[in-house]
């Protein structure tokens, strides 16, 4: 019989906890990710024909091919990794989860977070993206959330700051 612990539960009630509401990654991630792809496909394509095109005969110009057949493997493989992380606001703390062939789940409770910082290169920029990055006390615990929008990217950062600040509150 349930003596209403809570153990596992909201506010001690007994009752289940709500599952998590994950977030998704901007298509606009998926889309830098993969215009660096080309580009260094590009230029590796170049250097592994050329180089040894002139200096080992026009057979090896061959070797030209090997990275495009390469990118082509990771075109695939970039978007299960977007596909992979997700985010999750909680009453208590920040769940990010990302992995295709290894998940990774960090948790980040809000009253241990020291800093967040939004942070836009300009790639970034160009796509309309921006980075979250979490700092805690424990700099392996330090969590990033990647291709944000930057008004969502503002808005989690404002949301974490103040439930940091409430939470640490009592320390």
Partial sequence: M???SGTGS??????????????????????????????????????????PGLFAGPAWAACALLPPALAAWCWRLLERNWRSW????????????????WREETVVPYGRMQLVEVT?????????????????????????????DPAEAERLRD??????????AGL
């Fill in 10 to 51: 909201p506010e001690g009630t007994g009752a289940p906890a709500e599952p998590p509401v994950w977030r998704g990654l901007e298509p606009g991630l998926l889309r830098v990710r993969r215009l660096l792809l080309v580009v260094w496909t590009g230029v590796l394509a170049v250097a592994a024909g050329l180089l």
């Fill in 120 to 148: 836009s290169g300009p790639l970034e920029r160009r796509f309309g993206l921006a980075t979250v990055q979490l700092h805690t006390a424990a700099a392996a615990t330090d969590a990033t959330v990647p291709g944000l």
């Fill in 86 to 101: 997700r985010y999750a606001e909680r009453a208590d703390d920040l769940l990010i989860s990302r992995g295709v062939l």
């Fill in 159 to 168: 949301r974490l700051t103040e439930l940091g600040e409430a939470r640490s």
């Fill in 2 to 4: 349930e003596t209403g």
